[in-house]
């Protein structure tokens, strides 16, 4: 009873103790001249201040973002602010959203630290109900001896019932190019194909998954310094 009653207040207050993480984020969410307009569909808080500790602390490289957003923005002051040798690597399917993304990258000078790559999705060959980015487009135009070393799986769109398998086709990109030592981040971890995607990675990586909130799912590749808030 105890857990089900958890379950249900748990639907409501996902978006609980954010009050830390927006005011540790506060600095790099207003840095900019752009108004950065957080929606529900925008990364919590407390996910993207995770990221940026693991990006900080771990001195990750190598990031590859499954869905452009205004956490790309963020991450990518960061690393600007910092001084980090970071290089994010987005993927986005939507040519509106990706061309508004690219606007705000141009406007603040943060085209160094930033490759927006435009893939329209396609209905999976090997999945049902998923449509997936064209890997092949993707491997294409990227160094075939690139390894990411942080990963954030928030895209292809998955919310609609044709399409809930659609992040499961992430996988065997993701298994093919991740560094040895890595963190992956999984949002709308409690969805049906999302979950599918987290025990196929933790079952490969053979790390058991750390759920920050019940909608966000951490797996952790190798050593790490602790960059969970």
Not at 135 to 158: H, K
Not at 205 to 217: C, E, L, R, S, W
Request: glycine share 4%; hydrophobic share 40%; charged share 20%.
């Amino acid at each position: 009873m105890n857990f089900l009653i958890y379950k249900a207040l748990g639907k409501f207050f996902n978006f609980r103790n954010e009050e830390i993480p927006s005011f540790l984020l506060h600095e790099l969410v207003h840095q900019g001249e752009n108004y950065l307009p957080f929606t529900t569909s925008s990364l919590k808080f407390r996910a993207l201040a995770c990221i940026c500790n693991d990006l900080v602390v771990n001195q990750r490289k190598k990031y590859l973002e499954f869905g452009a957003g205004l956490s790309t923005v963020i991450v990518a002051r960061l690393i600007q602010k910092n001084g980090l040798k970071a290089h994010i690597y987005s993927v986005e399917e939507d040519k509106g959203w990706i061309d508004y993304i690219q606007h705000i990258i141009d406007k603040e000078g943060l085209t160094p630290y930033v490759t927006l790559f435009h893939l329209p999705t396609k209905p999976s060959t090997s999945l049902s109900q998923a449509y997936t980015y064209d890997f092949e487009t993707l491997r294409s135009q990227l160094d075939p001896s690139l390894q990411f070393d942080i990963i954030l799986v928030d895209g292809p769109a998955a919310w609609e019932k044709h399409k809930l398998n659609s992040r499961l086709g992430n996988a065997p990109f993701i298994e093919a190019s991740i560094a040895s030592e890595a963190t992956v981040f999984i949002d709308n971890a409690n969805r049906a194909g999302e979950k599918k995607l987290v025990t196929r990675l933790s079952q490969d990586f053979q790390v058991k998954p750390i759920y920050i909130d019940p909608t966000f799912a951490v797996l952790v590749k190798g050593k790490q310094y602790n960059f969970i808030l």
